[in-house]
């Protein structure tokens, strides 16, 4: 029988549109090892572990008269070089340049009628670096059936690891009767499931049946945001083209504030971006009155004794938290978000940094985009901003030899929100990756450097206790504590 696919997938791809594609990506920074690093490693690279990734080999299938909801079949015609592409920048490549070539890749639409997803070797960076984009549908990486490329193709050390024997062909694709008659079955043994098909069906309608009608459902949703959140600049009707701001600061920074005023690393990172949203709407004249706060939806882990080890979807919750943008000391701030975090942490489901760290692979990619669809599902909460943040291992990662040297995350916008945020700690480091619709936001990368002030503002807060460290980057084998 075809895998089909599940409600909650047919409602994200009911949202989607050419201003709110659905897809996550990453954006990871390379030294190349003296043996070099060129299109024709990473196709090979990509080869060898997609068969740990099976879901990278379908594409959707319609099921004739939208009877049940589309299935996944194997791609007859799966053409790797499709979906692994090259690009370079003129040399010497600068992290604007690239910037600017991730924000345009980030307003394109994936093709529905192959498999949902993309990898682009960014090579001409200066100092001889290159970069890797990979980019995924949110309905690809479920982290249960799928987890993210990227999580499989980092290796702990530059050796070259044992191919794996994958003698893969493409199953027979289902004809329409095939499929049909599949549909009808269904229905019949599980009648409870046509209420979910038909709607889930007429919201796909509604998606195609023309601008009038998608713009009076955008317009009722900036309504409704409107009711449940204040008014912001990050509230917007979306463009089809975005921007995206890449910022590097260090994990030691994060650690310091916490010895000294305590909660965790998570919650520095999190009173770093009040800083920063608050110290950018100053700059655009917003008011940030005492009372202010922003309303953020921060997906988190959580542990379920009841839940397989592996089925990390499960595994990922929303948390609603306010962020007072209206306190004017980064000290109350960061105490202000620890508290509201402590019921989290009170439960006993929280899940410490360490144990993310130590999930097979580079997990933050896969954390990311399950962290996204968790957003997505409950965008009706009406929230302001999405905060994403994932602790990566503290100890350098390869791709065929290459050692990965910066990791940022790249969210997809939400309808009606012009903002997302991603945070990502890797050896020794903390990457955002901001990403923003290029015409409500033409100023975002002050945002950028306003995150880099915030958290210098809480590490001086620090230091008047206690004597600061030198700034330079350091390895650790350690992980942050969240």
């Keep these: 029988m075809s895998e089909r696919l599940r409600p909650r997938d047919m409602a994200l791809l009911a949202n989607e549109s050419a201003s709110a594609p659905a897809h996550n990506a990453t954006l990871e920074v390379f030294e190349p090892s003296s043996a070099g690093f060129d299109y024709e490693r990473l196709l090979a690279l990509i080869a060898d572990r997609i068969a740990f990734v099976p879901r990278y080999r379908q594409r959707l299938r319609a099921v004739p008269g939208r009877l049940a909801n589309p299935v996944w079949v194997d791609d007859d015609d799966f053409d790797l070089t499709f979906h692994v592409r090259r690009s370079a920048l003129p040399r010497p490549g600068s992290m604007e340049q690239l910037r600017e070539l991730v924000a345009r890749i980030m307003s394109r639409r994936l093709d529905r009628n192959r498999p949902l997803w993309e990898v682009y070797l960014v090579e001409g960076l200066e100092g001889g670096r290159f970069a890797i984009l990979s980019k995924s549908h949110q309905i690809l990486v479920d982290g249960i059936s799928t987890v993210d490329l990227g999580q499989v193709i980092l290796d702990v050390d530059p050796r070259p690891r044992d191919t794996v024997h994958d003698d893969w062909r493409p199953a027979r694709e289902p004809s329409a009767s095939a499929l049909v008659a599949e549909a009808v079955s269904e229905t019949v043994r599980h009648p409870s499931r046509l209420p979910e098909t038909v709607l889930g069906n007429a919201e796909s309608v509604a998606r195609v049946a023309g601008s009038t009608g998608r713009a009076a459902v955008s317009a009722l949703a900036a309504i409704t945001n409107r009711r449940a959140t204040p008014e912001t600049p990050i509230h917007a009707a979306l463009s089809e083209q975005r921007r995206f701001v890449a910022v590097r600061t260090e994990l030691e920074d994060y650690r310091r504030v916490r010895r000294v005023h305590g909660g965790t690393v998570n919650d520095v990172i999190l009173a770093t971006v009040t800083g920063a949203m608050r110290a950018w709407l100053m700059t655009r004249a917003e008011s940030v009155h005492g009372s202010r706060s ?189």
């Design 294 to 482: 922003l309303r953020a939806m921060v997906p988190m882990s959580v542990i379920d004794s009841d839940l397989e080890p592996t089925s990390l979807g499960s595994q990922v919750t929303g948390h609603l938290l306010n962020l007072p943008i209206g306190e004017t000391s980064p000290v109350v701030r960061l105490h202000q978000v620890s508290y509201a975090f402590k019921a989290h942490k009170d439960t006993g489901m929280a899940v410490a940094a360490d144990r993310l760290a130590d999930v097979a692979g580079f997990a933050p990619t896969t954390f990311h985009a399950l962290g996204s669809r968790v957003a997505a599902a409950q965008a009706r909460l009406g929230f302001d901003l999405v905060v994403t943040n994932v602790p990566g291992p503290q100890f350098p990662l390869y791709a065929a030899g290459a050692q990965m040297l910066e990791s940022y995350p790249v969210q997809p916008l939400l309808p009606g929100h012009a903002l997302s945020i991603g945070v990502t700690s890797y050896d020794g480091g903390v990457y955002f990756g901001i990403n923003a619709d290029r015409d409500a936001l033409p100023d975002v990368d002050v945002l950028g450097q306003c995150v880099v002030e915030a958290l210098a503002e809480l590490v001086d807060s620090a230091s008047d206790t206690r004597p600061r460290a030198p700034r330079g980057r350091k390895k650790t084998t350690g992980s942050p504590t969240t």
